[in-house]
């Protein structure tokens, strides 16, 4: 049973479309498409099942996921990685700068980092889907985000990546 599958697109603002130069464009389109394809693997959609069942999220509580094509950024001056609206059962999920992928490849490889971008997403679904339950205890949603996290880490097969310095990269 594939739950999610239906539900999960690529959204964007048109305003921004309209406004950004076609490198931006152009590097924001392919990195949502990368995180579309993470998401709708076959094994991680095995595994938000198992996720669900064990967490008993009711799987029509979760209506819309939306991958925003442009990143959201914080206060802080941080990017977000996701969003939940819980009323609505509706997820965002946000990426990474453009300058930030460009510094990050640098330093650790083009593999790398497609591999962070789709670790990252994944985490990402996996807390706000947490954020279903849990509502704003964000420590609790943490910590299980990382406990689930590192459980379907274990089952595929990451072992030429550098899953230590991505992990890094997500959780601190
Ligand atoms: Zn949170």
Not at 30 to 38: G, I, M
Request: hydrophobic share 40%; aromatic share 10%.
């Amino acid at each position: 049973m594939i739950v999610l599958l239906d539900k999960m697109r690529i959204t964007a603002r048109s305003d921004k479309c309209v406004k950004l130069s076609k490198n931006h464009l152009s590097f924001y389109s392919k990195y949502a498409f990368v995180v579309l394809r993470a998401l709708r693997k076959p094994l991680f959609q095995r595994f938000l099942c198992w996720l669900l069942k064990r967490e008993n999220i009711e799987e029509r509580r979760v209506r819309d996921v939306q991958i925003r094509m442009f990143p959201l950024r914080k206060e802080n001056g941080n990017v977000l990685a996701g969003k939940c609206n819980r009323e609505e059962g509706k997820i965002f999920i946000y990426p990474k700068r453009l300058g930030f992928c460009q510094r990050k490849t640098q330093e650790l490889g083009k593999e790398t980092l497609d591999f962070y971008i789709q670790s990252r997403a994944r985490a990402a679904l996996i807390h706000e889907l947490l954020h279903l339950k849990y509502a704003s205890n964000e420590e609790k949603v943490r910590e299980l985000t990382r406990k689930y996290f590192r459980i379907f880490s274990k089952h595929r097969h990451a072992k030429n990546l550098d899953t230590r310095n991505v992990s890094k990269l997500l959780f601190t």
